[in-house]
């Protein structure tokens, strides 16, 4: 976990954790990329589920761009207290599952190429593994 520490004692990270206003402003930023990640999953999904697969190249372009945010802000945000996250239990699984989300997202980045009981098993798997990564993230501040 010297890593960790390593990464904590970076200026930038101390920056972040000393202003009033960056720490504050990454997690919204956070939040903002999971909010239109998952409001652009959840309907991609649902969608998939009905068999209507034409708002999903739309919807995609959210999806990805709330991830980048996401993951951009949540990158600043770990990096504040690597230690810390690296050592629950929570923020691992939220990783995992996290991992997991993103390589199902990649197999089926073409639905139109998939039959149709496989589309319906990627996305109730994509509704499950978004909604768990949300949890596990949420549990993080109260572990």
Known sequence: MDWAAT???????QALRASRWTYPL??????LGLALLIGAVVPMDVRLLRGDLRAIR???????????????????????????????????WKIALLVVALV???LHLHPLALSRPRQCAAAILSLCLWIAVLLCGRMIAYS
């Open 7 to 13: 990464l904590e004692a970076q200026p930038f990270a």
């Open 26 to 31: 990454g997690n919204a930023g956070h939040i």
């Open 58 to 92: 739309m919807l995609r372009v959210y999806a990805i761009g709330g991830l980048c945010l996401a993951l951009a802000c949540g990158s600043l945000l770990f990096a504040a207290q690597a230690s810390d996250y690296v050592a629950n239990s929570w923020f691992r």
């Open 104 to 106: 199902n997202a990649a």
